[in-house]
């Protein structure tokens, strides 16, 4: 802990993210069932893959794009009550959690998922994805808030009995 901010360490982040795929399970086991009706009527689109191939690595991957660019968590992270976070802890740009989330991912999994056990020794927590990204995972109830994009707002106005002081 630094910085009053509690670092997510590996154990919740890997039950957040087993929570994450059976989550992704439902949406998945139908494409499967879509591929298999399919293989032999399936085209290839891009080299010997499919579209439903295509499907089967894009859905999962816009899921976790999604969810932390726009919530800051996954659905599996928010039921552990984990957020990712910059460095300065605030809300990720587009790059970085595209960065985090394909890229940094892969070279996490590449050579047996050693990106992974980085968390365990770096005093921050960080896996190779949030080294490469420059995120964070924290505990989203502990720490300086999380700074969202602000939505438009209505201004209030005092009413008619009302005269500023």
């Not at 087993?18 to 499967?32: E, F, G, K, R």
């Not at 996954?74 to 300065?88: I, P, Q, R």
Request: net charge positive; proline share 5%; with cysteine.
């Amino acid at each position: 802990m630094r910085d009053n901010v509690c670092y997510a360490g590996f154990a919740v982040r890997f039950a957040a993210w087993l929570a994450d795929m059976l989550i992704m399970a439902l949406p998945m086991s139908i494409l499967s069932v879509f591929r298999f009706a399919l293989r032999g009527s399936a085209r290839a689109v891009l080299f010997r893959y499919s579209a439903l191939d295509i499907a089967a690595y894009a859905l999962p991957t816009l899921y976790f794009i999604a969810m932390t660019w726009t919530q800051g968590a996954t659905l599996g992270k928010m039921l552990f009550k984990l957020e990712v976070v910059s460095a300065e802890r605030g809300h990720l740009t587009l790059w970085q959690t595209v960065l985090r989330e394909v890229f940094g991912r892969y070279l996490s999994s590449a050579v047996l998922f050693i990106g992974y056990f980085t968390i365990v020794p770096d005093p921050q927590k960080r896996a190779l994805h949030d080294m490469i990204s420059d995120t964070r995972v924290i505990y989203a109830c502990q720490g300086q808030p999380v700074t969202r994009p602000e939505t438009v707002r209505v201004r209030e106005t005092p009413d008619a009995g009302d005269t500023p002081s």
